[in-house]
C-alpha cells in the first residue's frame, strides 16, 4: 500500500507557474505508474497527465500539452507536475494517483485504474 501527498498548491496570476509534488510513502514507488487528475467545482474529475513507472512514458490531455510538464524522481519517491502559462481555467483541485501496474513503460489515461489517490492540492489562477 502507498500513500499519496501532494503539496504545492496555492493562488496565482494567470500566465504564472506552479510546481505540484506528490510524496509517496514505502519503498516501492518504482513499481507504480503514476498519473495527475484535477476536479473544477462542478465538473467531474479529469485526466491531464501521466507518467509511466519508468519514467519514459508520458501522456497529456490536450487542454495542459504545452503547457504542464510531469516528471518523478523514484529515488526520492516524488512525482512533479510543473505548470507554466496557467489560466483561470485551470482553477481545480488537483489530485496525484498511482497505479500498481506490472507494465513499466504503460501510462495510465483512466481514473479507475488507479489504485491510490492522494487528498488533493487547491490551484486558484486569477485574471
Known amino acids: 500500500q502507498v500513500q499519496l501527498v501532494e503539496s504545492g498548491g496555492g493562488s496565482v496570476q494567470a500566465g504564472g507557474s506552479l510546481r505540484l509534488s506528490c510524496a509517496a510513502s514505502?519503498?516501492?514507488?518504482?513499481?507504480?505508474?503514476m498519473g495527475w487528475f484535477r476536479q473544477a467545482p462542478g465538473k467531474e474529475r479529469e485526466f491531464i497527465v501521466a507518467?509511466?513507472?519508468?519514467?519514459?512514458?508520458?501522456s497529456y490531455a490536450d487542454s495542459v500539452k504545452g503547457r504542464f510538464t510531469i516528471s518523478r524522481d523514484n529515488a526520492e519517491n516524488t512525482v512533479y507536475l510543473q505548470m507554466n502559462s496557467l489560466s483561470p481555467e485551470d482553477t481545480a483541485v488537483y489530485y496525484c494517483a498511482a497505479d500498481a501496474t506490472q507494465q513499466i513503460h504503460t501510462t495510465v489515461l483512466l481514473a479507475a485504474q488507479y489504485d491510490y489517490w492522494g487528498q488533493g492540492t487547491q490551484v486558484t489562477v486569477s485574471s
Open positions: 514505502g519503498r516501492t514507488f518504482s513499481r507504480y505508474a
Open positions: 507518467i509511466s513507472r519508468s519514467g519514459v512514458s508520458t
